[in-house]
């Protein structure tokens, strides 16, 4: 195997192994910006929630009608998203220190349905 071809594959290893590593945390939509999780549902964030103080403040009811996205155990804080811990101890992603939510009313891809419901949530952007 020459030099260069053994370097090749190690450097996608590499790549590949560090990208498996990450957590699947939500990702822009190329259109609007808007932020996606992974199975390509809008995420929103919450007004009465406080930016950066590691709580989620929607619960119960709130949280049956705005799902939360959910970080699992294994899953560690990368670059702006981070992780919170919600009133059941459960763990949920964040952007920007903002919990971020999914809205039951969007059922497909690309909805946005959950933008300026009650005037407290917000489609959240990287």
């Avoid at 809008?42 to 103080?53: I, P, S």
């Avoid at 990368?78 to 009313?105: C, E, M, N, S």
Wanted: charged share 20%; proline share 9%.
């Amino acid at each position: 195997m020459s030099p260069f071809l053994a370097s090749s594959i190690g450097l996608v290893t590499l790549l590949l192994g560090g990208a498996l590593a990450l957590p699947a945390f939500a990702q822009p939509k190329p259109a609007d910006g808007a932020l996606v999780g992974p199975n390509g549902m809008t995420l929103y964030t919450f007004d009465k929630d406080t930016a950066g103080n590691g709580k989620s403040v929607c619960n119960g009811g709130c949280a049956t009608n705005w799902p939360p996205f959910m970080a699992a155990d294994s899953d560690k804080p990368a670059g702006d998203f981070t992780i919170v811990t919600r009133d059941d101890g459960k763990k949920q992603w964040a952007a920007k220190g903002w919990p971020l939510y999914y809205w039951v009313k969007d059922t497909k891809p690309g909805d946005k349905t959950g933008d300026g419901v009650n005037g407290t949530w917000k489609i959240a952007k990287p």
